[in-house]
Structure formats: structure tokens, C-alpha cells
T-cell receptor, first 111, second 115 residues
Framework: QQQVKQSPQSLIVQKGGISIINCAYE??????FPWYQQFPGKGPALLIA?????SEKKEGRFTISFNKSAKQFSLHIMDSQPGDSATYFC??????????FGSGTQLTVLP | DTAVSQTPKYLVTQMGNDKSIKCEQN?????MYWYKQDSKKFLKIMFS???????INETVPNRFSPKSPDKAHLNLHINSLELGDSAVYFC??????????????FGDGTRLSIL
């Protein structure tokens, strides 16, 4: 049972373009939605996170959009750079529960 | 200074062997985790542990067991290794698992290959 569904599986974007990764969840008890970035040979690292009481959070070129009624959230990477090429994971957790990860999106930004 | 360190980085061994992976965190965190990442990069939690509670993912075979000598260490012991155990294993830590919303800090992984 996959509680957090992530798409697309892979994404290729030109330098300067916008990368968009989408996630959907089913468990309405989830109250924290982080995104993790993983480079080859490294562990995932927290990129940005949001709570369901806000609809958007922006940190630099990275923005999370959150739609509570649709139970969906997405990561937008503005002005994508080759250095952004990595695997991105959405995740969700409920209070006192473990983190549940999406299946990952491999992003390639072409120079 | 590495916040979460795992050893070894690579582990190649025969089927049926017993092996251990070590993990140490210097962040002063209360909770540590083990994750398994398969060949499709899917991340799945195996265990979470603090000084109060061990939470085991019910899908993890009992051949896998976490051992914590102190708050800063959580080692993973695997008995009778099988081909399907080949994966990358990540250790992670967070300040407080009870809050559910604390960032998790990951090590760089141990790539386990079973021959």
C-alpha cells in the first residue's frame, strides 16, 4: 500500500526551465510534508517542508504548493540548473508516526 | 565533521553470511532510523529507535536486528543474508520522533551486495 504517490518517475528539463514534481496522499492524519533531495552516492537531505495550514512555501528557487482538499502537494523548481539534477522524494508523516516516502523522481537538467 | 556516518560504505559478501553495519551520529539526536533503498530507489523505513521505544516495520524479516549501545549509535545486524537483501541501507537521525516533524539527517549509505 503506497500512501504517498509521486509522479513523474523521471523528468528532463532544460536549464532555466521550471521543474514540477507532484505528490498525492490518502491519509488525512498527515500533517507534515517534507521534500528530500538525493545526489548519487549520498543520502537524502531535507530540501523544504510544509504544513497543511499554508498553501505555499517558498525558499529561494524551490516552492511547495499544497492543496489540502485535493490531498496533493507539489515541488516547483524555478530557473532549474544542472546542479539541481538529483532524485527528489516527497514524504509525509502524521504525529508520532514514521516518515513515509514517495517513490522518487529523477530530475535531469540539461545545460 | 560528518553528522551521520556509516561504515562500511560498501559490503560484498556471500549468501548465508552474517554481517553488521555501523552508524554513529554526532548531532545529539534522540532518535535513529534504518532505511532500505532498493534498486528502483524506493526508500522504506525498517526501524526507528530511541531510548524509549523500538518501532519495527512489520515487513522487515527478523533476520534484521538493530543494536544500540548508546544514544549516538545504532548498528544493524543481518543474519543469514539472502540475495534479496542487496540494497543500499541508510542510517538517519532526528531530534525527536514523537514530534513527527523533525528533519531527518541521513548518512551516505552502505551498499550491500550479496553474491
Amino acid at each position: 500500500q503506497q500512501q504517498v504517490k509521486q509522479s513523474p518517475q523521471s523528468l528532463i528539463v532544460q536549464k532555466g526551465g521550471i521543474s514540477i514534481i507532484n505528490c498525492a496522499y490518502e491519509n488525512t492524519a498527515f500533517d507534515y510534508f517534507p521534500w528530500y533531495q538525493q545526489f548519487p552516492g549520498k543520502g537524502p537531505a531535507l530540501l523544504i517542508a510544509i504544513r497543511p495550514d499554508v498553501s505555499e512555501k517558498k525558499e529561494g528557487r524551490f516552492t511547495i504548493s499544497f492543496n489540502k482538499s485535493a490531498k496533493q502537494f507539489s515541488l516547483h523548481i524555478m530557473d532549474s540548473q544542472p546542479g539541481d539534477s538529483a532524485t527528489y522524494f516527497c514524504a509525509a508523516t502524521a504525529p508520532a508516526r514514521q516518515l513515509t516516502f514517495g517513490s522518487g523522481t529523477q530530475l535531469t537538467v540539461l545545460p | 565533521d560528518t553528522a551521520v556516518s556509516q561504515t562500511p560504505k560498501y559490503l560484498v559478501t556471500q549468501m548465508g553470511n552474517d554481517k553488521s553495519i555501523k552508524c554513529e551520529q554526532n548531532l545529539g539526536h534522540d532518535t535513529m532510523y534504518w532505511y532500505k533503498q532498493d534498486s528502483k530507489k524506493f526508500l522504506k523505513i525498517m526501524f526507528s529507535y530511541n531510548n524509549k521505544e523500538l518501532i519495527i516495520n512489520e515487513t522487515v524479516p527478523n533476520r534484521f536486528s538493530p543494536k544500540s549501545p548508546d544514544k549516538a549509535h545504532l548498528n544493524l545486524h543481518i543474519n543469514s543474508l539472502e540475495l534479496g537483501d542487496s540494497a543500499v541501507y541508510f542510517c538517519a537521525s532526528s531530534q525527536d520522533a514523537g514530534a513527527g516533524n523533525q528533519p531527518q539527517h541521513f548518512g551516505d549509505g552502505t551498499r550491500l551486495s550479496i553474491l
